[in-house]
T-cell receptor, first 112, second 113 residues
Framework: DQQVKQNSPSLSVQEGRISILNCDYTNSMFDYFLWYKKYPAEGPTFLISISSIKDKNEDGRFTVFLNKSAKHLSLHIVPSQPGDSAVYFCAASGTGFQKLVFGTGTRLLVSP | DSGVTQTPKHLITATGQRVTLRCSPRSGDLSVYWYQQSLDQGLQFLIQYYNGEERAKGNILERFSAQQFPDLHSELNLSSLELGDSALYFC????????????FGQGTRLTVV
């Protein structure tokens, strides 16, 4: 049972434009959500997170939006840069969870 | 640099063999997690330890086992290896038992031939 879903395996965006990566979850007990970025042959790197008491969190070019009623979150990258090309994983956790539950990832390609 | 150290970075071994992967968490982190990533798939949770005690188990095979030592480093033991065990194995650590950010090591790439 895939509790965290990233339905788009890949996304291509031009440099300078907005990248929007989406994530859906099914377990209403999740109350903390994270995005990780992963380059080939490296470990995932924490990018940004959001608690369920918020609907938006911003950090520089990265903004995460949370829609609890839809059980949906998204990561916006503005403006996109070629160095942002990587696989982005959405993850969720919550009270009583002892682990992060990851989605399958979305490969972002930002072209010059 | 996440502060999480995994050794070795690469490992090639034959079917039926046993290997040990090692993880040193960030200084001060009590929780250690092990994840498996096969063929560019998602990260599958294997097992979690907190301050030396097992706290959660995921889809970990019976041929796999792990432990966390008093100095908080952790080892993942994989035995009777099969071709399908070839994967990237990541260790992550965090300060708390659950929720919150976890910081990942560079991973160990295991190839079973």
């Amino acid at each position: 049972d895939q509790q965290v879903k990233q339905n788009s395996p890949s996304l291509s965006v031009q440099e300078g434009r907005i990248s929007i990566l989406n994530c859906d979850y099914t377990n209403s007990m999740f109350d903390y959500f994270l995005w990780y970025k992963k380059y080939p042959a490296e470990g995932p790197t924490f990018l940004i997170s959001i608690s369920s008491i918020k609907d938006k969190n911003e950090d520089g070019r990265f903004t995460v939006f949370l829609n609890k009623s839809a059980k949906h979150l998204s990561l916006h990258i503005v403006p996109s840069q070629p160095g942002d090309s990587a696989v982005y994983f959405c993850a969720a956790s919550g009270t009583g969870f002892q682990k992060l539950v990851f989605g399958t990832g979305t490969r972002l390609l930002v072209s010059p | 640099d996440s502060g999480v150290t995994q050794t070795p970075k690469h490992l090639i071994t034959a079917t039926g063999q046993r290997v040990t992967l090692r993880c040193s968490p960030r200084s001060g982190d009590l929780s250690v997690y092990w994840y498996q990533q096969s063929l560019d798939q998602g990260l599958q949770f294997l097992i979690q330890y907190y301050n030396g005690e097992e706290r959660a188990k995921g889809n970990i095979l019976e041929r796999f086992s792990a432990q966390q030592f008093p100095d908080l480093h952790s080892e993942l033991n994989l035995s009777s290896l099969e071709l399908g065990d070839s994967a990237l194995y990541f260790c992550a650590s965090s300060t708390r038992q659950g929720a919150g950010e976890a910081f990942f090591g560079q991973g160990t790439r295991l190839t079973v031939v």
